[in-house]
């Protein structure tokens, strides 16, 4: 959990600006990579101009962001909104993406400077992105990865097609900012959330196996009660629940892609009753299995 220094530091509270999601265009001003062990200075308080997001590839140290101090752990992905005070404390190193969401390219952001004073951009308010905190772990941090590498990598080596390849990686990084922020691990006892942030990613990839709580809690090296209530304390469902969610999506994607019978489509998922399959279905969807694939599948109808 942050620590609060907001009696110390002060905050800036600016006017949000509406910004509808149709309106959302965001344009990257910089996109850079920073190695903070080769880095021998001391980064300065500072406030921030323009939406900023980070990916952690080495952890250590922290950030004072709003006046909360955030130790740094990689893997996570740091989110700060213009007009908030900020301080960067070494080391730690990261990819760094500088956005204007509304695709303007306002004056003193070339060549692009951190510590040069700038006019912050509007905080816009879109209601699509406003769940998403100071720090957020993901659950798949391999894709924000390669996100952050394909925008650094484009941005840094332009060519033809890089517009379209920094705006379509700008888009989906918002997007996998917005989906991930309606379920973020919040605070753990230490240790804890690195545990459950691994399950998280463990799950994703083994919904087809049969999972009981007792396997989760050895793949977390947790008790299965304590892993339960801590499971469930941050990310608002139990590990059932979540394994479920996970199986429910998979079971949509094969019924809109596939041909395969209902059975073996529950088969795939990890769910050996069929008819406890139907009943997940209809809980989640409110269609049976073959409704659902005749109003998306292609092939039906």
Do not use: K
């Given at each position: 959990m942050g620590v609060d220094y907001s009696q110390d530091w002060g905050l800036f509270h600016f006017l949000m600006v509406p910004?509808?999601?149709d309106r959302l265009f965001p344009l990257v001003l910089s996109a850079y990579g920073f190695q903070g062990s080769s880095f021998s200075g001391r980064l300065e308080n500072?406030?921030?101009a323009d939406f900023e997001v980070e990916f952690l590839t080495e952890g250590g140290g922290s950030q004072i962001i709003g006046g909360t101090s955030y130790p740094m752990v990689a893997g996570d992905v740091v989110w700060r909104r213009p007009g908030t005070l900020t301080r960067?404390?070494?080391p730690y190193s990261c990819f760094t993406v500088i956005l204007d969401l509304e695709g303007v390219r306002r004056p003193g952001r070339e060549p692009y400077l951190m510590n040069r004073a700038k006019t912050p951009q509007p905080d816009f308010y879109v209601a699509l992105l406003e769940n998403i905190p100071a720090v957020l772990t993901p659950s798949e941090p391999e894709e924000f990865r390669r996100i952050f590498e394909g925008l650094v990598r484009h941005f840094v080596n332009p060519g033809p097609g890089t517009p379209l390849h920094l705006r379509a990686l700008a888009f989906e990084l918002l997007a996998r900012l917005a989906e991930e922020s309606h379920a973020p691990v919040r605070s753990l006892p230490a240790g804890a959330s690195v545990?459950?942030?691994s399950l998280a990613l463990f799950l994703r990839r083994n919904f087809h196996r049969r999972l009981v709580l007792d396997d989760m809690a050895r793949e977390a090296g947790l008790s299965p009660t304590y892993l339960h209530s801590q499971f469930t304390r941050a990310l608002g469902v139990t590990?059932?629940?979540y394994l479920t969610q996970v199986r429910m999506a998979r079971a949509r994607e094969l019924l809109a892609a596939t041909r395969w019978p209902a059975a073996e489509v529950a088969q795939a998922c990890g769910i050996e009753n069929v008819p406890y399959f139907f009943t997940l279905f209809h809980r989640q969807?409110?269609?049976t299995p073959g409704e659902f694939r005749q109003k998306h599948s292609p092939l039906e109808g």
């Open positions: 910004l509808s999601e500072r406030q921030v960067g404390i070494l545990r459950l942030r590990p059932r629940e969807t409110g269609l």
